[in-house]
């Protein structure tokens, strides 16, 4: 597979995009809706969590488009909300889901859309209205315009129905967290459902999975475009550039998080993104990328060196990081903690530092955790505590970084629980330095040298 990849991106990059990893074939859009709707899966996981629920109505906000003016400068520029998207598989700004569980009757799911203004959409395109449209692209047979007390109606119609609570979204950055306050304040029994849906996130469906291999495929042909064209002299802003253009490329919506991409003394750095340095020859310049798809990210790092040869130093560095998270994945199964795989990579490099790092082992270098979960946030929702099960989506990102000698080295793969295992999903980006010094090597064998 990996072959297929490279051959593609060293002839010039049209291949690349018709390679099986990432297939470009246009996905039809649908006015004011995003993407199809798988139906049934979103069918599916409204019914899980009504299920969890018992009895009570559950009412989720979409998104609100950003304040033109005063936070942004374009007001199509919309990301959904985690949660509401999770339920509907849409992108319309301004909806709300309502939904009522019911232990004794039947479960009712209601979609509410704001009417199209025809007005508005001169600015920002076709929305998705209440009506026909809507229901056949969304599988909710009950959809009805939005109006401003109409979500207070029926919360208070869904509680009497359901005899139960009152579930909402309730976290910080809520933008509808007056309405929450004034339901909270008003006497009614008014519960966080969170808790619950970041349990249903964590571990993946068909639909999540699938977001997830594109999102980690286009990011490994972005990081693989980049290894091919890092070169002392280039800036990092430069090798950004040729990795986010691959990302978009390959229909990435937008980014997961903005791009990491620091050489010699940024290497060593952690979060490290004002990429403004150029690079030179005999350092390593580490690259932390994620591309979103379909509301979902990847978050994948390589460490390259800029001249396409890693010294002896570099490399022996480097094998240890490699090896620490080779032996991690392997302990990767079901059953196992975020925490006991962390234990594992502090006692494999322990054990296997030699005197490369002095007195002491490599430990001391590695100044951050191991893992985070993965989904729709690059750190994604979930408790650190939970034991891994088949469907949860995790990074495996060992590090080790020596300020003194400018030598940063991180690798980041982004892992799937299996029912016996793990799936390295991010596999398509070269990883040992033996592939990693051939692919650059290669590619500076058919690149014109010094051009930045
Ligand atoms: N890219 C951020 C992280 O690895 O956590
Ligand atoms: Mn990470
Ligand atoms: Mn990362």
Redesign the pocket.
């Known amino acids: 597979m990996r072959r297929f990849v490279l051959l593609g991106f060293l002839l010039g990059g049209p291949l690349a995009a018709q390679s099986p990893t990432v297939p470009v074939a246009p996905v039809p859009e649908l006015p004011g809706a995003g993407r199809p709707v798988d139906i049934d899966a979103y069918r599916a996981r409204r019914a899980r969590l009504m299920e969890r629920v018992g009895s009570g109505v559950i009412v989720v906000p979409a998104a609100h488009p950003r304040d033109l003016e005063a936070e942004v400068l374009q007001d199509n520029h919309f990301r959904q909300d985690d949660y509401f998207f999770y339920l509907t598989g849409i992108e319309t700004p301004n909806a709300w889901l309502v939904l009522v569980a019911s232990m004794d009757g039947e479960d009712e799911v209601t979609l509410y859309l704001p009417r199209r203004e025809r007005g508005m959409e001169q600015w920002t395109g076709r929305g998705l209205g209440p009506g026909e449209d809507a229901v056949r692209l969304t599988g909710i047979q009950r959809v009805l315009p939005y109006a401003p007390d109409s979500i207070d109606r029926a919360a208070a119609r869904g509680r009497r129905r359901s005899g139960g609570p009152l579930y909402t979204v309730m976290y910080v950055a809520n933008r509808d967290n007056d309405r929450i306050r004034r339901w909270a304040s008003s006497g009614q029994d008014v519960r966080n459902i969170v808790p619950l849906l970041d349990s249903l996130r964590t571990i993946k469906d068909e639909v999540g999975i699938a977001a997830l291999r594109r999102a980690v495929a286009i990011t490994a042909e972005g990081v693989t475009a980049g290894m091919s064209a890092a070169h002392p002299g280039m800036y990092e802003y430069q090798l950004e550039a040729v990795i986010e253009a691959r990302f978009r490329h390959l229909g990435a919506d937008r980014l997961g ?1 903005p791009s ?1 991409v620091g050489s010699g003394p940024n290497s060593t750095v952690l ?1 490290y993104d004002m990429n403004r340095r150029q690079m030179q020859a005999g350092e390593l310049v580490v690259v ?1 990328v ?1 591309a979103e798809y379909a509301q979902h990210t990847a ?1 994948v ?1 390589r460490t390259l060196p800029v001249s396409g040869r890693f010294t002896e130093r570099q490399r022996a560095i480097y094998d240890l990081v490699l090896a620490t998270q080779e032996a991690v994945i392997e302990a990767v199964k079901p059953g196992v903690t975020i925490g006991e795989l962390g234990s594992v990579a502090r006692r494999y490099m322990a054990d296997h530092s030699g005197n490369l790092c002095g007195e002491g082992d490599c430990g001391r270098y590695f100044v951050h955790g191991l893992s ?1 979960w993965l989904g729709m946030r ?2 994604d929702v979930g408790d650190y505590r939970m034991v891994l099960e088949p469907g949860m989506v995790l ?1 495996i ?1 060992p590090g080790i970084y020596l300020p003194e000698e400018n030598l940063g080295v991180r690798i ?1 793969d982004d892992v799937l629980v299996t029912q016996t295992g793990a799936e390295i999903l991010s596999a398509g980006a070269p990883r040992t330095t033996t592939e990693i010094e051939r692919l650059m090597q290669l590619a500076e064998g058919s690149q014109p040298t010094g051009g930045n």
């Open positions: 998080f990491i979060h932390d994620g978050d790092t985070h690059v750190h990074t990102e980041e």
